[in-house]
């Protein structure tokens, strides 16, 4: 049959198989810790009183533990349990084994330092070292063994404590956390027993109290999201190799046309051509019929001929200074005409 703590052990082991993906704490998260503690000091804290050894039972408590991330391993810690109260036993004397000669109260906060191992696990391991500050107080002392009204006073004390834990991830922030520290504390302890009308100090020495601590608690992680990974793009595919250049097509006057859309082929070299090969600068040549071979001079007109000719060329000025508002111009004309074409005989009909 397995033991109590290898059964814990299993479970644990379990509870972080079967958790889903958690986040690590980063550098600025706060890690709240709330659970129970158990403090149980030294089996022999002051020897020598009343022929026997002064005892402080061990106590359980709530606690809190608040940790700031200084990095994604670095935490600083504040651990606080509430108040524990602890009978003073007498053992090993001639009264009996054990005899309860009164009580005291201890508060012993520690204020430390963590290295968190495995940061990215769901099971994330730390060591850590830090100062214990212990107040005690009221302090009760009673029994057979104690004069009647005698009081007890235990000094407050300062020790370094050391500390090993766990954190065991369940989800993205909530965690179980399983820890033991211990407290190297020392401290000064004297009683006041009544004589006459006063009281004698009576020293009893140093106690070493040197408590364990053991806990369980749940976690929570406070901080902000962490901002996912940016996907890394991919490289764009490489562009398309470029289509083959045309095949070169028949030029047989070099102008740049193709011989099937050359409208004027045997273009001479260096011409300037247009789409269809033909030259952009071209000579026109106007043939009359007396430039043709064999012919002579134009025929002369008679007066008749000519006052026809000279009719309509007055006619064709007159209207073309008219129609572009140049009514001085087109008066002129009349007039040229009427002192310049006198011997010409008018048609019948003609406007003067």
């Known amino acids: 049959m397995l033991s109590r703590n290898r059964l814990l052990i299993h479970l644990l082991l379990v509870l972080a198989m079967c958790a889903p993906g958690v986040t690590p704490a980063e550098d600025g998260d706060w890690l709240l810790r709330a659970g129970v503690h158990q403090i149980n000091p030294d089996k022999n804290n002051l020897p020598g009183v009343l022929g026997g050894n002064v005892v402080l039972d061990k106590d359980e408590t709530f606690t809190i533990d608040a940790e700031y991330m200084l990095t994604r391993n670095i935490g600083a810690d504040l651990f606080v349990p509430l108040y524990t109260s602890h009978d003073l036993q007498l053992k090993n004397t001639s009264l009996g084994n054990s005899a309860k000669i009164g009580e005291t109260d201890l508060f012993a906060p520690i204020l430390g330092l963590n290295w968190h191992f495995n940061v990215d696990g769901s099971i994330r391991p730390y060591l850590g070292v830090g100062v214990n500050w ?19 006073e235990i000094d407050q004390a300062w020790g370094l404590a050391g500390r090993a834990g766990v954190d065991i991830g369940t989800s993205e922030r909530w965690f179980l956390n399983l820890d033991v520290r211990y407290v190297d504390l020392n401290t000064d302890v004297e009683g006041r027993v009544p004589a006459g009308l006063g009281f004698t100090t009576v020293p009893f020495g140093e106690a070493t109290i040197d408590p364990w601590i053991y806990g369980i608690a749940v976690g929570y992680r406070f901080g902000a999201e962490k901002p996912l990974p940016e996907p890394v793009a991919e490289e764009p595919p490489p562009p398309p190799p470029p289509p083959p250049p045309p095949e070169k097509c028949a030029d047989g006057d070099n102008d740049g046309v193709c011989d099937t859309d050359d409208k004027c082929p045997g273009t001479p070299a260096g011409t300037r051509v247009d789409s269809v090969g033909c030259p952009l600068s071209q000579t026109l040549k106007v043939l009359f019929d007396f430039d043709e071979p064999g012919r002579g001079n134009l025929p002369a007109v008679d007066a008749f001929q000519a006052g026809v000719l000279l009719e309509v060329l007055k006619d064709l000025l007159y209207q073309a200074y008219v129609r572009r508002g140049r009514l001085q111009q087109s008066m002129m004309v009349r007039r040229y005409f009427a002192e310049d074409a006198g011997n010409v005989t008018p048609l019948p009909g003609a406007r003067s």
């Open 134 to 152: 212990s107040d005690f107080s009221g302090e009760k002392v009673s029994g057979p063994a104690v004069p009647a009204n005698s009081r007890l």
